[in-house]
């Protein structure tokens, strides 16, 4: 199985549908922005499309998602290749979303508010725990990680 975490903006607001069986299913489009120093030092930015299918009570909640909102998704990623109109090939990744947080207002790239400072507005959709910090570490935690073999 392969399973992914993206933090990324809607590219549209969420796409609701019925499956036959009568269950929720949102469709979401995320852009993830990825930032990298070319060997000539310019900076250099790559975005990547996700499309993201949320199912049930979770399909339910993530309806009301808008444009251009910060999220969390964990999923499962299905990679897979398809021929555009004009008959070359691409490859489409989707996520089958087992959970969406929303973490605020799409972050400026000129320096605006951090989603994950303690200021920034959350909007829990899953049972995700926002409140949980970050595990620090201690003399404890390296003794653990001392016995492994990379």
């Known amino acids: 199985m392969l399973r992914v975490e993206l933090i990324g903006n809607l590219g549209g607001s969420a796409e609701q549908r019925s ?3 009568g269950r ?8 993830v922005n990825q930032r990298r120093q070319r060997p000539d030092g310019e900076a250099d930015e790559t975005t990547t499309w996700f499309g993201v299918r949320a199912m049930g009570t979770l399909g339910e909640r993530c309806a009301t998602l808008d444009k251009g909102m910060r999220v969390l998704v964990i999923g499962r990623l299905d990679i897979r290749p398809y021929q555009r109109q004009d008959g070359t090939p691409a490859v489409a990744y989707d996520v089958w979303a087992d ?7 799409r972050a400026e790239a ?7 400072s ?12 926002t409140r949980a910090s ?5 003399a404890d935690s390296t003794e653990e990680t001392d016995d492994l073999p990379f």
Do not use: F, I, N, Y
């Open 99 to 105: 959970e969406v947080l929303t973490l605020g207002p």
């Open 134 to 138: 970050p595990r620090t570490g201690s």
């Open 118 to 129: 303690p200021g920034a507005a959350h909007h829990r959709t899953t049972t995700l725990d």
């Open 19 to 21: 499956t036959q069986q």
């Open 110 to 116: 000129d320096g605006g508010a951090d989603p994950a």
């Open 24 to 31: 929720a299913m949102t469709q979401l489009r995320v852009a």
